[in-house]
């Protein structure tokens, strides 16, 4: 009960009402349902995860939708809704450590690790982008991620939103949402840094090319 | 803080790594998000700055780390496809009237 005033709101499990009577329903399906597969995406890595995860995050609000006091914007009560919802399917799918990250593990040991191991000379973000295989890198290192980072990482960086609204969607002080931002951030640095990158990289280029 | 900012006594070049084992580059390494994202005050700002520039390893770290945000921030998503959408809202509907 105590976490109740920073939570998003409860999600009744009692009778609902029946879909019919719910017109916002059809609205806020069709208005959010591409943001939040987007985000849904980002955080499982794959089409079918995701879609399990939007389906859970629109019933939730479905059946929460009479609570929603409308103090935050309905995204921002999705995104909670999501967020919880992603980190109830996946405690239940496999106990999934969750690891802290320390900072002293980004400190770079050798010469190669300081740059990026990957081709962008020149290259707008976009155009670097286009190439499949740095887009495989990249969301694997994203994948890679605990759940936490990952999450504040998606939400920051790829969603756009701000540290105070991650903060309220997470339930977490902006301070800790920054830190988890920068630990995120390095891990994926680190991973795109890694030695072997580039030789991996240049093969399956090689390899595709062909 | 500012003359401690020169950790490569007798040298400008430093050796790639040991910089960074020095308290000065920690120190800027674990600000650097916050450098990036503006949220320092402008005399954090001048320190890093001011180490950046004696610090070649600490500058190719923090255009790598820029590089990384940069390819978060542009990474495109797939969307639902009409179909997919449709057949979601059936699907959420269907379990709502259920429960």
Redesign the interface.
Known sequence: MASRKKSPPALP?GP?S??ATSPP??QL?RDH??VM??FA??LCGE?EAA?DL??ET??NA??AYDRFRGDARVSTWLYAIASHACQRMRRKRKGEPERELS??E??????G????QIP?EGLS??Q??ENKE??EI??RA?AKLPRKYRMV?VLR??E?LSAKEVGNILGLSERAI?SR??RA??F??KE??GKGLAEEFHRDVATVDR | MADRVRTYPGTRKPTPHQGHRKRNCVKVLERLSAYLDDELSGEICQEIRAHLGDCPNCEIFLDSLRQTVRLCQHRPSPSLSEKDRAALRREILKAAATV
């Open positions: 499990d609902g029946s879909p329903f059809d399906y349902v591409d597969y987007r995406y980002r089409a879609k939007v389906q629109f019933l479905y059946r900072l002293t980004f400190v770079p040991t050798s010469e690790e300081f740059a990026l962008m973000p976009q670097a982008l740095l887009r990249l969301d994203i990482l960086d790829m756009g920054k931002l920068h951030r390095l994926v640095r795109l840094s």
